[in-house]
């Protein structure tokens, strides 16, 4: 007897949809993922995805709406679970690089539209949530009381450029090392660099 197929409901097809998109942007870049490939690859008809997005834009759209919603909760928790502000900065980043080794297209995904010059939903996206991470660990920064670093903006930059810089040395050399430790590990070496250091302007 032929097993018959449940039909998914608008929810759950929308979200394989993204999940198909971030699996083959991690294969072959966002750039070159195309309507036609996720249909394929989920078993349903090019129409079938137009039905829930009208543009290939608006897929994308979706993906980074999803990405902002998983790394905000997974912020929130992973600092949550934590005591002193090092241990809360350190815990976000592994949590962030941790959710990068879950998604590997997460790096060229987050390139590709920031250094788009053309302004984009999609950019606005990432750019919150650019500045929601900055405003976070600046936060952790200034609740230490000067005991981590005295200039919790930039700290909060630098941290940002170790974390980027990190995942897309992971991604070029194919994957081939602990992604979250390593960042936890150079973060650790530059605050031992920066703590108690003076201010330069």
Do not use: Y
Request: net charge neutral.
């Amino acid at each position: 007897m032929k097993a018959i197929r449940q039909r998914k409901s608008a929810e759950e097809r929308q979200h394989e949809i993204i999940e198909t998109a971030l699996r083959l942007a991690a294969i072959s870049g966002p750039d070159h993922v195309t309507t036609e490939a996720i249909a394929t690859a989920i078993g349903i008809t090019q129409p079938a995805v137009f039905r829930h997005f009208a543009r290939k834009d608006d897929i994308w759209l979706a993906v980074s709406e999803w990405l902002q919603g998983q790394m905000l909760e997974r912020w929130a928790h992973a600092e949550a679970g934590a005591a002193t502000p090092e241990q809360r900065l350190l815990a976000v980043v592994r949590a962030q690089l941790q959710f990068v080794d879950s998604i590997p297209a997460l790096p060229s995904i987050l390139f590709t539209w920031q250094l788009n010059g053309e302004r984009t939903p999609v950019q606005e996206v990432i750019g919150r949530l650019m500045r929601h991470f900055h405003g976070r660990l600046s936060g952790i920064f200034r609740d230490s009381g000067g005991t981590l670093v005295a200039d919790a903006d930039r700290a909060a930059w630098l941290v940002i450029s170790i974390v980027q810089g990190t995942a897309i040395r992971w991604t070029l050399m194919r994957r081939s090392f602990d992604l979250a430790e390593e960042g936890a590990a150079l973060v650790n070496l530059a605050l031992a660099g920066l703590r108690g250091a003076p201010h330069e302007a």
